[in-house]
């Protein structure tokens, strides 16, 4: 039943559709905001180079109208200042527009005539110098002791003096820095929020999911009367679970089929077996041991194999088709084969066989009575019935992992490679063997019937070794899951 | 004894009527469950034998309705099913039996005394079984012929104890691994026999007179005259 529900949220197709979905939203917005604010700061850039260009030619216009006399100074300064308040994209809380532009005039020779701005004017001069500038085109500057360079707009005048005037790309940086801070707030609020939808309408979805898988895995193999939840939407998840119901439907309708064939055949048979059985009793009672009763003797015997076999052949068959019928109980495996081992002893040390178990204390496992017993008692005939005499039975018994693993060595002729290849197929049986073929089927299908399997295989040195694996009971489980606790 | 068998089969019917009232009960026979509750009405029985597989109804609905109507006596269900449904089961814990078809008659007829002794007032258990000159001393698990300690295995014990308790009786193998090992199982091998072989043994010395008899096709007879 853990097959979805060890709670590892890493692993669930929730968070990985969610994981995918968000990493592809995440990119996408990314790349139309780099798109964004390259535009935004192309156009920032486009408005100060035009503004640049408009005032650098009115100031040229009017440095080269005002004589050159004492006021000359203070007529161009007067003008660079007004020119500066009108700033584009000033931040408002910026008071002193002298931190932002600066207007500088050089004469033909290249020295400092005019300068209106912050400071002495002489490392913007210095930087000027060293720039190349192309008429009508603004180029960035950079100035020593400012941090962000300067946007420069350049107009030659009349005399051969050059005016310059340039704007402080701060705010402009300013804006655009503003803008990714505030882009990128968005779009971790987005990416999360979108993540989160997207997890928790899948989770919701797989839960559906989950449910039918668990209950689809707990419809085991007698109980079949369970459906699978199904939703009133008319999504795929709920097409998936009618399909399923659907399916279990047809199931269990064959299995219940099944079921009445076999039954009736028991019936049928046994009714009869039952009345030959006791008529044949009565007469061998009325006979009081003469020697003429000896042929019913025989009857009786074959009637009682005969019985045997019909109950194994329908087992056998029910098993193939998963149907076979089970009534669990905990069963101390460990203590059944003791017993099993108490009873077959005699025979065995009779038949000068040599049997030894080595099994682990409490181990339970969860099935049928009759039918573990009856399985277990087969493995041990089997032994008995084909070893050849002063042979070893080795059993085993022991956990591993959550499975009660039984295993059974001799050192005996082992299995025909022939027949090894079918072993568990009905009716196959060795050249030499005196039984109906069908223990080892019969063996294998109580085991599948539990969940469980057997494994049938030759020894490397000499005779066979038949592993039986069955699912521990689940308190078992629980209790070896302390035990190492406890040990550890 | 009055013992009331449901079952449909003529056969069956036939030769369970007989060998039942050669065991000494007065048996009535109901060929089907109408027939049935109608004697449990008009009558009193003290047990009760029901097949399952009746032609009007379910043999569990039966005996469910029959407990409706009062009926305390004990019943053995006759089953030819192939797994005992839960119900089989409740009804088990209930203190009823079953036995699945084919069986022995002999298993048959023990399991009827074994219902019958645990309904009715138990008397004080004995702490000692005595047949013939055979002793066992059931609180300290020791056995005794002729004055002699017999060295028994624990297993041996309980094996001898359940021939004791039967002792006059036949007793058949399937009877022998229920009772004595607790596990209903065919085994196609002769495990009981050497058993019984061994027990034998150490029970029959020479020149005794030989307690446990093989009584070929149906099982043993414990000090069987």
Redesign the interface.
């Known amino acids: 039943m853990s097959l979805m529900t060890d709670n590892a949220p890493l692993r669930s197709a929730a968070w990985r559709i969610s994981f995918l979905a968000t990493i592809a939203f995440a990119c996408g917005t990314l790349v139309i905001f780099v798109f964004l604010h390259q535009f935004v700061s192309n156009d920032i850039q486009r408005r100060s180079d035009a503004w640049l260009s408009g005032e650098v030619g009115v100031l040229g216009d009017v440095a080269g109208r005002t004589p050159r006399n004492a006021l000359y100074g203070r007529v161009v300064g007067e003008i660079a200042e007004l020119a500066a308040r009108e700033v584009p994209n000033k931040s408002a809380s910026e008071g002193n527009a002298n931190n932002s532009v600066f207007f500088l005039q050089t004469s033909a020779d290249g020295l400092l005539q005019l300068w209106v701005g912050a400071g002495d004017g002489q490392s913007n001069l210095e930087a000027i110098k060293t720039t190349k500038f192309l008429p009508d085109k603004p180029t960035d500057v950079r100035v020593s002791g400012f941090p962000v360079p300067f946007r420069v707009a350049c107009q030659q005048i009349g005399d051969g003096s050059h005016i310059y005037l340039g704007l402080s790309e701060r705010d402009e940086l300013r804006v655009l820095t503003k803008l990714r801070l505030r882009f990128f707030l968005l779009w971790l609020l987005v990416v999360l929020l979108g993540f989160g939808i997207v997890f928790l309408t899948t989770r919701r979805m797989l839960s559906h999911v989950r449910k039918i898988t668990e209950v689809a895995s707990r419809i085991g193999h007698s109980d079949l009367s369970r459906r699978v939840p199904a939703t009133r939407r008319n999504d795929e998840v709920s097409q998936l679970a009618h399909t399923l119901n659907r399916m279990l439907d047809r199931i269990e309708s064959s299995m219940h089929q099944l079921h009445t064939i076999t039954d009736a055949l028991a019936h049928d048979l046994r009714s009869p077996l039952t009345a030959i059985r006791g008529k044949l009793e009565m007469s061998l009672v009325a006979m009081n041991g003469e020697e003429s009763a000896e042929p019913i003797v025989s009857v009786i015997e074959e009637l009682d194999q005969l019985t045997d076999f019909l109950n194994k052949s329908l087992d056998v068959a029910e098993a193939r088709a998963d149907a076979l019928r089970l009534t669990r109980t905990e069963i101390d495996l460990s203590q059944l084969l003791e017993t099993m081992v108490d009873l077959y002893e005699p025979s065995m040390t009779e038949k000068g066989l040599n049997i030894r178990l080595s099994s682990e204390k409490g181990i339970i496992v969860l099935g049928d009575e009759g039918l573990v017993h009856r399985m277990i008692a087969n493995l041990l005939d089997n032994e008995l019935k084909h070893l050849a005499p002063a042979s070893s039975i080795d059993i085993s018994l022991q956990c591993s992992g959550d499975l009660a693993s039984l295993v059974f060595e001799d050192d005996g002729n082992g299995f025909d490679p022939e027949v090894l290849e079918h072993l568990f197929i009905r009716r196959v049986k060795g050249r030499n063997s005196t039984g109906h073929g069908l223990g080892l089927a019969f063996v294998d299908a109580v085991a599948r019937a539990h969940s469980g399997s057997v494994d049938v295989e030759n020894r490397r040195s000499r005779g066979a070794r038949i592993r039986v694996s069955l699912p521990l009971a689940p308190e078992e489980r629980r209790h070896q899951l302390t035990a190492t606790a406890q040990a550890g | 004894m009055r013992l009331l068998l449901v079952e449909d089969?003529i056969?069956?019917q036939?030769?369970?009527r007989?060998?039942l009232q050669e065991a000494g009960y007065e048996v009535e026979v109901a060929p089907d469950a109408k027939a049935a509750e109608q004697l449990a009405v008009e009558s009193q029985f003290d047990i009760l034998v029901v097949d399952l597989?009746l032609p009007d109804r379910d043999g569990i609905s039966l005996i469910l309705r029959l407990r409706e109507l009062g009926l305390r006596a004990p019943v053995l269900i006759l089953s030819?099913?192939?797994?005992?449904?839960?119900r089989v089961?409740g009804l088990e814990q209930g203190g009823d039996d079953y036995l699945?078809?084919?069986?022995?008659?002999?298993e048959l007829l023990a399991r009827l005394r074994n219902l019958l002794k645990r309904n009715s007032p138990q008397a004080s258990e004995a702490t000692r079984l005595r047949v013939l000159d055979l002793e066992l001393d059931l609180l300290r698990r020791e056995a005794t012929r002729g004055g002699q300690t017999l060295q028994l295995t624990q297993?041996e014990f309980v094996l001898l104890e359940y021939l004791c308790r039967n002792a006059g009786r036949v007793v058949t193998r399937s009877m022998i691994?229920d009772q004595v090992?607790?596990?209903?199982?065919?085994?196609?091998?002769?495990?009981v026999d050497?058993?019984i072989?061994?027990l034998r043994g150490k029970v029959d010395g020479a020149g005794q007179q030989p307690l446990i008899r093989t009584?070929?096709?149906?099982g043993y007879v414990f000090n069987d005259r």
């Not at chain 2, 009584?215 to 149906?218: A, F």
């Open positions: 089969e056969d069956i036939g030769f369970l007989r060998s597989g030819a099913r192939r797994s005992v449904d839960d089961r699945t078809k084919p069986f022995a008659l002999a297993q691994l090992w607790g596990m209903r199982i065919q085994p196609d091998t002769n495990v050497v058993h072989y061994r009584m070929r096709g149906v």
